[in-house]
């Protein structure tokens, strides 16, 4: 069934709920590469008033790709918790939006509507909202976990760790792991994306990471960027893995390309719980995404990369996740242009995440093809600091190295702590501090004045 | 800039870790922030990659250290169409399909190899590796015997267009020479895609790929002799892509005696 909608004395047609979704989605380059998009700025101002007048329920009988042609829509149908979604059922997209701005829209109201909301509903209600209102409605919203520590609870946020090493060199890693640490980054966790992909490079990498954590007893937990069957091999032959990662899209057919699929994911996770190595909780499975991903891998099915990035997350909240990380700039300027289009995306995916109530994290990150720059993450860096993002990225002066993006540093974090009075996660921040590593009191971050002790060990065996 | 000499930024006191990774590491700090000198290098790299991205690629240049080659142009009109429609550099415009049609025509048993060159997302790399990359490439098919078309420049070209290139000259390989995107370090790195019975319409899958060839990364000696391996294997078995792993033995081409101190945290 179409959608019309007269505005001013022009009617706007839409064909269906996936084409008006694509028409109403905010400007970015890939959906226009996908030819999907709106073809004029009016176009989809009217799309957006179309969306407005949409009830939620129809999200529930019309689904943007069919239930029998993908398991991502039936575990989105199947999981559907219509108890929950009691309290906004009467209402249209346009009527959501106003009351996730409104009082009755709170922490707890919000983490009991998030089984009822599907995907859809979300990416639906984002076309619709400011930056602002992005903002607002995350910052109610708090999804926290546990593993070796607690991350996402209000007033904190994480770091993740990237030692990366263009050849995996076990000095070169234990370097930038080392500056990392002494600026009090690392909590989220300690991961590394391998150069090498060959099951006992991971290995040694994972039992370097445990050794440094157990060494100095670190309430952090570690992880090494492999595909979901290398780490269940990795555990199968004892290698001692924290969290479990995978790469994962909103479609069947881009899952399929990344040759996984919903059961595929269950055996890693049951893997990972089978090891009981969190000691805080278990929730373990770390999982990155990022909008253009179903696109690029041509299985997108006509659904705009935003609607796709949203049903990520149906995939990602299935399995309790620790984290998810939206990559968002790293894909490249034919699916965000530029920094507006890379700060828009951010802010979606983690409000977007935040309200199906999956763990946001966001690699605020761009590659030298894309029209952004250092001033552009300091603005997203920023927004997604108000709207109280679980965890960013940390590596040594944004360059990476290794997969040649720039990405947030130390240094960015330690800002962050200072403007917005974000701390990291609690039992980390207790070992920094008996460290004598980083304190943080009323606004103020102090790192301390030398090398730790127990590092000056580590730094003598060099001489 | 003179600050007395004495800058408010303090150094971190592990500046030894510096010689053990390219990643910058021990900044140092002002307050907690990056001090002025890192910032501004930071900066100064991230222009050079950006100067690296939209840099005009010379086809005139290249063509003049060449023999015999052909100016081409991908469907994509300028870089920023180039960046936004990876379709278009990854299909030659009209005028250059009917160039190679032209060409081909009076060429009709086809050719073992076609050696294309696009500037990809680093004209900067091309600049300054295509040529020596492509003579001792040459001197492979020499070596082998294999007839080799003449070079094919294409501008605002991706790694399929490879493919159509190789299609329209009726040839059994190729290999593209392409700017790979720029890193902050890494403004100049080629890569070297290659391909067994090329066609429109393949994907990775098909090709072999060889990364990071730039003076700092992959030697030509050692790129060479890795794509060397892998197209005798592909002559020899019909195939490229997945099924054909790169197993060359790699012989001691650059001396490395360094000893890397390890982990050295535990």
Not at chain 1, 96 to 111: C, T, V
Not at chain 1, 280 to 308: K, R
Request: aromatic letters at 6%; one cysteine or more; a negative charge.
């Amino acid at each position: 069934m179409s959608f019309v909608h007269t505005v001013a004395g022009t009617t706007w047609r839409f064909e269906s709920l996936k084409q008006l979704m694509a028409k109403a989605s905010p400007a970015r380059s890939g959906d226009c590469l996908a030819e999907i998009a709106a073809t004029s700025d009016a176009e989809r101002a009217a799309a957006q008033m179309a969306l407005a007048d949409v009830p939620l329920t129809r999200f529930l009988s019309e689904a943007l790709i069919p239930y029998e042609e993908d398991e991502v829509t039936r575990l989105i149908i199947d999981s559907h918790d219509h108890a929950a979604f009691a309290p906004v059922s009467h209402l249209t997209v346009g009527g959501f939006r106003d009351w996730l701005l409104g009082d009755d829209a709170d922490e707890a109201s919000l983490k009991a509507l998030a089984p009822g909301l599907t995907p859809e509903m979300a990416a639906a209600v984002s076309k619709i909202m400011r930056v602002q209102d992005l903002v607002l409605v995350a910052q109610k919203i708090r999804v926290v976990t546990r593993f070796r520590n607690t991350v996402g609870l209000r007033g904190r946020m994480s770091t993740r760790l990237q030692p990366n090493h263009p050849t995996d060199d076990p000095a070169g890693i234990a370097a930038s792991l080392l500056d990392g640490l002494l600026y009090g980054n690392g909590d989220a966790m300690i991961g590394i994306n391998p150069a090498t992909d060959s099951l006992s490079a991971i290995s040694e990498l994972l039992k370097m990471l445990d050794g440094v954590i157990q060494h100095y007893e670190i309430p952090t937990q570690s992880c090494v960027l492999t595909h979901v069957t290398s780490s269940v091999a990795a555990i199968e032959r004892g290698v001692p893995l924290d969290l479990v990662f995978q790469s994962i899209a909103g479609t069947q057919a881009a899952n399929s390309s990344f040759g996984i699929s919903l059961s595929i994911l269950q055996e890693g996770y049951e893997a990972g719980l089978s090891l009981k190595r969190g000691t805080l909780g278990n929730n373990l499975m770390y999982f990155e995404t990022g909008q253009g991903s179903a696109l690029s891998a041509n299985a997108h099915q006509g659904v705009d990369q935003q609607t796709c990035e949203a049903r990520a997350y149906a995939v990602a909240r299935h399995f309790n996740p620790f984290l998810v990380n939206t990559v968002v700039g790293f894909i490249g300027p034919e699916y965000l242009y530029n920094g507006k289009q890379i700060i828009r995306a951010g802010l979606e995916d983690h409000f977007c995440g935040k309200l199906l109530g999956v763990p946001m994290g966001c690699d605020i990150c761009y590659t030298n093809h894309a029209e952004a720059d250092q001033d552009d993450m300091d603005m997203l860096l920023t927004l997604l600091g108000v709207a109280g993002i679980n965890f960013i990225m940390g590596i040594p002066g944004s360059d990476d190295v290794m997969l040649n993006y720039q990405t947030t540093s130390f240094h960015d974090a330690l800002y962050a702590r200072k403007t917005l009075g974000l701390r990291p996660a609690p039992e980390f921040e207790a070992w920094l501090a008996r460290m004598d590593i980083l304190q943080q009191h009323d606004g103020q971050v102090r790192l301390g004045s030398g090398v730790p002790p127990l590092f000056r060990t580590a730094l003598a065996q060099l001489k | 800039m003179d600050d007395n000499g004495k800058s408010p930024a303090r150094p971190d006191p592990w500046q030894q870790l510096r010689n053990l990774t390219p990643a910058r590491i021990a900044l140092g700090r002002a307050g907690t922030s990056l001090p002025t000198a890192a910032q501004l290098d930071f900066q100064y790299a991230h222009a050079q990659a950006r100067d690296a991205v939209h840099l005009r690629f010379d086809l005139a240049g290249l063509a003049a250290g060449c023999g015999q080659s052909l100016a081409l142009h991908s469907a994509a009109p300028d870089r920023h169409t180039y960046l936004q429609r990876p379709d278009l550099g990854r299909r030659l415009n009209e005028a250059s399909v009917a160039q190679l049609r032209d060409y081909a025509k009076a060429q009709p048993e086809g050719v073992d190899l076609a050696l294309v060159v696009a500037d990809g997302l680093s004209a900067l790399a091309v600049h300054r590796h295509a040529q020596p990359m492509l003579q001792r490439i040459e001197a492979l098919a020499k070596d082998e015997g294999w007839s080799v078309a003449p070079i094919c420049l294409v501008e605002q070209g991706r790694v399929a267009v490879a493919d159509q290139v190789a299609e329209l000259l009726g040839a059994r390989m190729v290999v593209i020479l392409i700017g790979e995107r720029p890193g902050l370090s890494s403004p100049d790195s080629l890569g070297l895609y290659f391909t067994y019975a090329p066609r429109v319409g393949l994907n990775d899958a098909s090709r072999n790929c060889i990364s990071n060839v730039r003076l700092e990364g992959l030697s030509y000696a050692m790129a060479t002799h890795k794509l060397g391996y892998l197209m005798r294997e592909a002559w020899r078995r019909q195939l490229s892509g997945v099924n054909l792993k790169d197993e060359a033995q790699i012989p001691v081409l650059e001396g490395t005696d360094e000893v890397r101190p390890g982990n050295f945290l535990v």
